[in-house]
């Protein structure tokens, strides 16, 4: 399992509910199933879209898995120990959280553009809205991640160990992979340049 943690302003209920991405021809329902784990995904957009901010309203963290096939209880119980840990600071009526796992219906496509193979793995996507429910503050329970990266690694170890997953450490990506070259395998384009960045 690998764990990313990403700061989002907007359309994080589209994109889980139809998939919609820029240059994605496939929606939601033909490439995944959904596997809710945890919460109501109305109420966390509700409460994200209540935030008056310009600024990033949830936290978008991406437990991905290498392993082919993963347990919906499984994926459940791991979901419980992440929010046990990244909410170890808060009380329960404090937070609102969300996650749910897509599993593969579409288990590989043709990159557009070198027209390689690409595998899908079975994913968990988990939103947290950045507001502390009784305080109304913001709510950050990873900080600055770039300071608490190690934190993330130790539980992401932990988990990887404790359920006999791949861990990320064992098995590094050969290629560098970024989001410009994500876009482009779906869309058959390519990046150049100073547009490449």
């Known amino acids: 399992m690998l764990i990313r943690v990403r700061g989002y302003h907007d359309g994080i209920k589209d994109y889980l509910e139809k998939g919609q991405k820029q240059g994605r021809e496939m929606e939601r329902d033909e490439m995944d199933e959904r596997v809710i784990l945890a919460g109501d995904l109305d109420l966390t957009n509700d409460i994200i879209q209540s935030i008056d901010t310009d600024a990033e309203r949830y936290l978008n963290v991406t437990l991905s898995f290498k392993e082919d096939e993963v347990d919906h209880e499984l994926l459940g119980e791991i979901v419980r120990e992440f929010e046990a840990f990244a909410f170890a600071a808060y009380r329960r009526d404090e937070y609102n959280f969300y996650a749910e796992a897509h599993v593969p219906r579409i288990k590989s496509y043709a990159d557009r553009k070198t027209g390689e193979p690409v595998e899908r793995k079975v994913h968990v996507h988990i ?71």
């Open 127 to 197: 939103v947290i809205p950045e507001m502390n429910l009784v305080t109304g503050r913001r709510l950050d329970p990873f900080g600055k991640v770039d300071h608490n990266e190690r934190y993330l690694e130790a539980f992401q170890e932990h988990i990887n160990a404790k359920y006999g997953l791949a861990s990320p450490k064992d098995n590094r990506r050969v290629q560098f992979t970024d989001a410009s070259e994500m876009i482009s395998r779906y869309k058959g384009d390519v990046f150049e340049g100073a547009n490449r960045e």
